[in-house]
């Protein structure tokens, strides 16, 4: 077993996971750490969107045909802003020629589902081994390299030495789903509000989850309100079709921030990826693809060595942090355009949204850089 390189991944989340599983394609030994048992590592009441650029990455690692039956895809996007009574809708037909075949804009899955197929491919693969960390510890393992996936979590400037980048936007997002009434469409729908975007991602053909972004204050207060009046404002701000019978399942609450972390650039085998290493706001739904762009990242790069040593590791943080800092840069960039522009009471800004609605619907290539950054990202400008 000496005779591999042993890799430990602290965190087994959706990024931890499927970069486990990635490097399990390579001749190493993957040591799976988290404060969580499994079972409460799926359980978790989330949704996910997922983009192109996520699609090929899990075609690539052969999980994607697994993931299908578990997958609803939507096939238009609406864009409206409540402020200016604007709006658009993208369909298949603003999507480049490389991705229209797919007949698909994107795609969602509940987080149980996804940590289910990803677990079971763990089980498949003899060099993984997921553990808790204290068992790790008393077996008294030498790691050759350390991957922290274990989200934003603010303590970890305790124990490692980085830069660490952060705004705040001053705003929660109420996460929960709701059955709606009647209602037939496959889009997905982004509401831009003064107080902060809602989105609408369709998980069946009469349920959707809400991701709804506001400030702290009205959050909490939407938090701890019985769900009849949840119901009652929800139904104020979303699309006039929309009839809302009941919510389903769990309400929960996720703080908003954007952050950037950079270790410093010495060489120590230890990095950071996904959550852990940048955070962005919620308006796009590009968190967990970007996060996953990273796993990618990370196999590309190993992967070129046709025999993996601790030579070859000790430039490997360098070319990490470099191959992915044009798209983290970009998404930030995005994102945070998105919501400063879109998310502000500024009556200035009013001329300016008007505008980019008019050029949004008016222009064919301006639907498809915003609808191609969102679903590939620049570093798949074509897949």
């Known amino acids: 077993m000496r005779n591999r390189l042993n890799f430990k991944i602290v965190g087994a989340g959706p990024t931890g996971t499927l970069l486990a599983i990635a490097l399990s394609k390579l001749d190493l030994n993957i040591y799976l750490v988290d404060l969580l048992n499994r079972e409460k590592l799926i359980a978790k009441d989330k949704t996910y969107a997922i983009t192109h650029s996520t699609r090929k990455i899990l075609v690539k690692f052969e999980i994607w045909e697994y993931l299908k039956p578990y997958l609803f895809g939507y096939d238009t996007l609406s864009i409206s802003d409540s402020v ?3 709006s658009s809708i993208l369909t298949i037909d603003d999507l480049d020629e490389d991705i229209r075949d797919v007949n698909k804009i994107g795609w969602v899955i509940k987080h149980s589902d996804l940590m289910n197929i990803f677990f079971q491919e763990i089980d498949k693969q003899a060099n993984i081994y997921f553990s808790s960390n204290k ?19 603010p303590t970890q400037k305790e124990f490692f030495n980085f830069l660490d980048i952060r705004k705040k936007y001053n705003q929660s997002c109420l996460s929960f789903k709701v059955l709606i009434r009647g209602n037939s469409e ?23 989850q809400v991701i709804w972004t506001s400030n702290l204050a009205k959050s909490l207060d939407r938090l701890n309100a019985d769900r009849n009046f949840l119901m009652d404002n929800l139904s104020t701000i979303l699309p006039d079709h929309f009839k809302i019978d009941q919510i389903i399942g769990e309400v929960n609450a996720f703080p908003i921030s954007l952050s950037l972390k950079l270790p410093k650039f010495n060489f120590n085998k230890l990095i950071f990826v996904g959550d852990s290493f940048h955070t962005f706001h919620p308006v796009g739904g590009l968190g967990l693809n970007t996060c996953w762009r990273d796993v990618d990242s990370i196999f590309d790069i190993l992967n070129k060595y046709s025999h993996l040593n601790k030579i070859n590791l000790k430039i490997f943080k360098f070319k990490y942090y470099f191959t992915r800092s044009t ?22 800004l009013i001329p300016l949204k008007i ?11 301006i639907r498809k850089i915003v609808l191609n950054q969102m679903t590939k990202s620049i570093i798949f400008s074509n897949i």
């Open 135 to 153: 068992k790790l510890l008393e077996e008294k393992i030498f790691f050759d390299y350390t991957f922290i996936s274990n989200g934003n979590n």
């Open 186 to 208: 496959k889009r997905a729908y982004g509401i831009f509000r003064n107080e902060g975007p809602l989105a609408l991602l369709p998980l069946d053909n009469n349920l959707y």
């Open 355 to 365: 505008t980019a609605f008019m050029l949004l619907n008016k222009f064919l290539f």
């Open 327 to 348: 798209d983290i840069l970009i998404t930030i960039a995005f994102t945070d355009f998105l919501n400063t522009i879109f998310a502000n009471k500024n009556p200035l």
């Open 84 to 86: 200016i009574s604007r």
